[in-house]
Nanobody, 119 residues
Framework: VQLQASGGGLVQAGGSLRLSCAAS????????MGWYRQAPGKQREWVAG???????KYVDSVKGRFTISRDIAKNTVYLQMNTLKPEDTAVYYC??????????????WGQGTLVTVSS
């Protein structure tokens, strides 16, 4: 599974951005997709995830502000980010958890897209 992330940019605090992550390859085997972020000088942290059945989860710091969704026809997952704060500044990475025909589990990562929120 290959992932292509896009949609990052510079936005003022309180603004919105929508990130996209397009999947290609053995997409039939994807079990879940998600978004992580890594701020300067910090470890990568999980932000949001969506499972095959559409269940979504979020880290507490983004609940009520971020929404993860998917367009199955386009094989794309989105992260709608509203009411952005300077502390949301980070490189955002999408990932996909999938299995091969033998049931072995793998994880793929997108290339990262930079989100900068100015105060």
């Amino acid at each position: 599974v290959q992932l292509q992330a896009s949609g990052g940019g510079l936005v003022q605090a309180g603004g919105s951005l929508r990130l996209s992550c397009a999947a290609s390859g053995s997409i039939f085997s994807i079990n879940a997709m998600g978004w992580y972020r890594q701020a300067p000088g910090k470890q990568r942290e999980w932000v949001a995830g969506i499972t095959r059945d559409g269940t979504t989860k979020y880290v507490d710091s983004v609940k009520g502000r971020f929404t993860i969704s998917r367009d199955i026809a386009k094989n794309t997952v989105y992260l709608q980010m509203n009411t952005l704060k300077p502390e949301d500044t980070a490189v955002y990475y999408c990932n996909a958890d999938y299995s091969d025909l033998n049931g072995r589990a793998f994880r793929s990562w997108g290339q990262g897209t930079l989100v900068t929120v100015s105060s």
